[in-house]
Nanobody, 124 residues
Framework: QVQLVESGGGSVQAGGSLRLSCALS????????MGWFRQAPGKEREGVAM???????TYADSAKGRFTIAKDSAKNGLYLQMKDLKPEDTAMYYC??????????????????WGQGTQVTVSS
C-alpha cells in the first residue's frame, strides 16, 4: 500500500528557509513522478514543483529560483528546499505521486497518491 507522509513545515519569517520532506512507502521514488503542491485557504490547490522518473524537474513560476525539489532513492524520499520565503507562500503543502508516469504535469488531477500535508506559515 502506497503511503506518503510529509514533514518539515513550520512558521518562519519572510526571507527564511524551510525544507519539506516526504517519505514514500509501498513503492520506490525512482518509479514515480512526484510533486509538491500547496493550497492556501480559499484558494485552489496549485502545483509548486515536480520531478519525473528520470530526474527532470518542472517548477511553477512562483517557485523558480527559490525552491528546489529533490529525490533521495536511498531514503525513498522527496524533498522541497524553500528559501527566501514570502507571506504568499503560506499554505498547506502536499506531496503527491503517480507511478509509471510519462508526463511532467503540475496539474493536481494527474497525481493519484497524496499525503496529508504539512503547514507552512510565513510571517511578514
Amino acid at each position: 500500500q502506497v503511503q506518503l507522509v510529509e514533514s518539515g513545515g513550520g512558521s518562519v519569517q519572510a526571507g527564511g528557509s524551510l525544507r519539506l520532506s516526504c517519505a514514500l512507502s509501498g513503492n520506490a521514488v525512482s518509479t514515480a513522478c512526484m510533486g509538491w503542491f500547496r493550497q492556501a485557504p480559499g484558494k485552489e490547490r496549485e502545483g509548486v514543483a515536480m520531478m519525473d522518473r528520470f530526474g527532470t524537474t518542472t517548477y511553477a513560476d512562483s517557485a523558480k529560483g527559490r525552491f528546489t525539489i529533490a529525490k533521495d532513492s536511498a531514503k525513498n524520499g522527496l524533498y522541497l528546499q524553500m528559501k527566501d520565503l514570502k507571506p504568499e507562500d503560506t499554505a498547506m503543502y502536499y506531496c503527491a505521486a503517480r507511478f509509471l508516469c510519462t508526463s511532467k504535469s503540475l496539474l493536481s488531477a494527474y497525481y493519484n497518491y497524496w499525503g496529508q500535508g504539512t503547514q507552512v506559515t510565513v510571517s511578514s
